[in-house]
């Protein structure tokens, strides 16, 4: 089956910020996953595993369904084992700063050293290396060395958000697997020898409509992990699950939910049974299926030599505010269509070049936040004002709106025009094509210090932090002041996103 949960609860052996309860969460969400005979992963980070009480616990009750991991955030017991002055904050024996709390703020050689000591651990209290990891951010060298030296199955990270807590993932897969580069890890590789060859997983569970820019319109967290209001609410979550699970997906559909033990057993404990209830009678019906990370990551490997593409399609809007959004990835780019009422636009179209590399390959993290990004060619969250959009705009008014797999690779998205006409637009690992849906508005609006776009030759033309990347537009382009009219040829206008130059 292609529609596919893993349930991922991540462990933390200490929190210096309040007091806190963190053994009852864990042992409460065990209790519920054998409640059910659910298969289940758990991460623990190293400050966990050298807690006697969680060591006991998952000796005692590991069993067939569940699988246990890393989850990497750097404690200071853990780099003073290797040797390394701890630079966190005061009062902080674990500190969420990037710099300090994740292997991005380390050298590569240290954090090989890093990966070395979680690993041992791991495999002296288990009996064997774990195959599946985790982490809020993990730079492109260390899951590289993980795979080489530990035959990593999988790991999971951060699911696309803009300066929340310490990190920004702007530009990656909306949802489901893909095998990173060797030189940036939030970007598909296009060739195999660039190929990390471990998939990476999206958590956890974002909104499909508003977790692109829910949190900049006042929204907040857009997710379902069961520690929020919209997790422990049964409709919200039977949404999601429907946005998720009954739609066009492509090669495949995939969640994660659960929950880090450090919100406590009072917030999770309101949403998480209610979530494990729904998605076991889902896996009943047939609809999903509950897997471990790591057998995931094998799925994959087996199923997929490269990059697999992915769709969401979310056309009903669980706020019913007229909004709608489709998501299209594949290893050359990803795209966001929006539908606001009546108005269809591109809000995000993002190119991937396996050769643009991350600012952490070969040196740390030197402050707090850490960034990864791609090749961005419209970006309606970062580089739009009420003035002045970044967006690419069909010109007609839309009246109705579906998808459909036109194959395993490519979706069809079927739109019907006000003026009584139709048109579709086919996203395929080529590129995109627009056929009968008439002219275009295109404008970047005020793109971030690092990036500089042009338009000339018919050709898309980008320099980001100094990497330049080009986009082919087949089709008739006027420019009108600082914006663009892209009007078809023989009624289709491409976009060629699978050109590297």
């Known amino acids: 089956m292609n529609r596919i949960m893993n349930i991922v609860n991540f462990v933390r052996g200490i929190e210096p910020r309040m007091e806190m309860d963190l053994y009852t969460p864990v042992a409460e969400q065990i209790r519920v996953n054998k409640q059910y005979g659910i298969a289940n992963t758990f991460l623990l980070q190293y400050d966990a595993m050298r807690r006697q009480d969680f060591r006991d616990l998952f000796l005692q009750e590991r069993d067939e369904n569940m699988e246990l991991g890393v989850w990497f955030e750097n404690c200071r017991e853990l780099i003073e084992r290797v040797g390394l002055p701890w630079r966190g904050r005061e009062g902080y024996d674990w500190d969420w700063y990037v710099d300090v709390g994740f292997l991005e703020g380390y050298t590569p ?280 959009p970044s967006i690419l705009r069909l010109q007609k008014r839309v009246s109705d709106m579906r998808a459909r797999e036109q194959n395993e690779t490519t979706l069809c998205v079927c739109l019907d025009f006000e003026d009584g006409t139709a048109g579709t637009i086919v996203c395929s690992e080529q590129g995109i094509t627009l056929e009968n849906c008439g002219a275009l508005y295109y404008s970047w609006g005020t793109p971030t210090e690092d990036t500089v776009l042009t338009f000339a030759d018919n050709c898309l033309k980008g320099v980001r932090r100094d990497f330049a990347y080009s986009v082919p537009v087949d089709a008739q382009v006027e420019q009108q002041g600082e914006s663009f009219l892209i009007s078809p040829k023989n009624g289709k206008i491409t976009l060629q996103l699978d050109f590297r130059k």
């Not at 909104?207 to 520690?227: F, H, M, R, S, W």
């Not at 997906?249 to 729904?278: D, R």
């Not at 966001?336 to 993002?350: A, E, H, M, P, Q």
């Not at 643009?356 to 990864?372: D, F, N, V």
């Open 109 to 388: 050689a240290e954090r090989e050293a890093i990966v070395d000591e979680v690993f041992r651990l791991f495999k002296e209290i288990f009996g064997a290396y774990p195959q599946v990891v985790g982490s809020w951010v993990m730079d492109a060298h260390s899951m590289d060395y993980m795979c080489r030296k530990y035959d990593i199955k999988a790991f999971c990270i951060c699911r696309e958000q803009y300066a929340v807590d310490a990190y920004t993932l702007w530009g990656g897969y909306s949802n489901g697997g893909y095998y990173p580069s060797k030189n940036n890890m939030l970007c598909p590789a296009q060739s195999a020898e660039n190929q990390i060859p471990a998939p990476v997983f999206r958590m956890l569970m974002p909104d499909p409509i508003y977790n692109y820019d829910g949190e900049a319109k006042g929204y907040g967290v857009c997710t379902l992990e069961p520690a929020w209001a919209s997790g422990q609410n049964p409709e919200i979550t039977d949404w999601y699950l429907d946005a998720y699970y009954n739609t066009p997906c492509l090669t495949h559909a995939h969640a994660t939910t659960g929950q880090e033990n450090s919100f406590g057993q009072e917030l999770i404990g309101k949403g998480y049974p209610m979530q494990i209830e729904k998605l076991v009678a889902l896996q009943e019906q047939g609809v999903v299926s509950l897997q471990k990370l790591g057998d995931t990551g094998t799925w994959y490997q087996q199923n997929f030599p490269m990059s697999a593409p992915t769709a969401q399609v979310a056309l009903q809007d669980r706020r019913n505010e007229g909004r709608a959004r489709i998501w299209y990835n594949c290893r050359n780019y990803r795209c966001g269509l929006y539908r606001k009422d009546d108005v269809l636009s591109f809000c995000d179209i993002t190119k991937y070049d396996d050769r643009y590399p991350e600012r952490y390959l070969e040196k740390p993290c030197e402050g707090w936040l850490a960034t990864y990004d791609n090749l961005p060619l419209v970006d309606g969250r970062l580089w739009s004002t009420a003035e002045k």
